[in-house]
């Protein structure tokens, strides 16, 4: 399958005029999104807290994480945005396309609306 990548908006609050929009890879392997530590603060994101991830290649990491609205595809979530470093490639994280119901067509390689967000 090939690489995904949409543009994502990200801002720490709906009165928020700072922000930080950028072509993220679509990643269904990660939970949560990264942006580099550098912008989210620039967008005036803080850090909230931090937690332990396991990268692709087995090892683990400790990152800072902030919350932020989160906007892409004409919809708004908001959640986790991890702290990476500053040459890091921005991710999306599966928990926010799950949140608004989008979900990878992997035979067309795109991203498709589900009629509906599952309540189940």
Same mark, same amino acid.
């Given at each position: 399958?090939?690489?995904?990548?949409?543009?994502?908006?990200?801002?720490?609050?709906?009165?928020?005029?700072?922000?930080?929009?950028?072509?993220?890879?679509?990643?269904?392997?990660?939970?949560?999104?990264?942006?580099?530590?550098?912008?989210?603060?620039?967008? #005036?994101? @803080?850090?909230? %807290?931090?937690?332990?991830? !396991?990268?692709?290649? /087995?090892?683990?990491?400790?990152?800072?994480? &902030?919350?932020?609205?989160?906007?892409?595809?004409?919809?708004?979530?908001? #959640?986790? @945005?991890?702290? %990476?470093?500053?040459?890091? !490639?921005?991710?999306? /994280?599966?928990?926010?396309?799950?949140?608004? &119901?989008?979900?990878?067509?992997?035979?067309?390689?795109?991203?498709?609306?589900?009629?509906?967000?599952?309540?189940?």
């Amino acid at each position: 399958m090939g690489l995904i990548h949409v543009t994502v908006t990200l801002r720490s609050g709906q009165r928020s005029r700072k922000m930080y929009e950028a072509d993220f890879l679509v990643d269904t392997g990660a939970t949560d999104s990264r942006a580099p530590a550098s912008e989210l603060r620039k967008a #005036g994101v @803080v850090p909230r %807290g931090s937690m332990v991830y !396991e990268l692709a290649d /087995g090892s683990n990491v400790e990152y800072q994480f &902030g919350l932020a609205e989160i906007e892409f595809m004409g919809e708004l979530t908001s #959640g986790r @945005v991890i702290f %990476g470093p500053d040459n890091a !490639e921005p991710l999306l /994280g599966v928990t926010a396309l799950e949140s608004v &119901g989008i979900t990878i067509d992997p035979a067309n390689r795109q991203l498709k609306r589900l009629p509906a967000v599952p309540l189940k």
